[in-house]
């Protein structure tokens, strides 16, 4: 991604996440939301964008893998319930785009297997991730 699309995005978030959680889904999250859309080049070299190493907030030893799950359950909740407010469109956006949404019985390796929806899925994302249980 072009440094500019990083920074119009508002780069990351460490205040909310932490150093450590959720780079790349706030990425794509803030990208498809934002109006972009998120696409695969691979003839293109790359680089991540860092801060210099006195102005990092964490070293790795800072890392608890407790704290990160906790993150991704914050994280999920935000975009969920549409807080993000630069959005352009809502998350019930993003579901409809990629409907429908892979079941496991669609599945035909191992590895989309582990990657399935439930068939309850509406029901876990209108209860359990919009109401904040």
Known sequence: MATSHFRRLGGMDECLWGPWSMEQQEIALKTWLGGGRVVV????WNAHYHKPFTERAAVWTEYVKS???RMHEKFTRYFVSNQWEERVHDFDW????????????TAKTRWEARNYWPENWREYYDTALRSGV
């Open 67 to 69: 704290e990160d799950y």
């Open 94 to 105: 993003l579901v409809e785009r990629f409907w429908p949404l892979p079941q496991l019985e």
């Open 41 to 44: 080049n691979k003839n293109v």
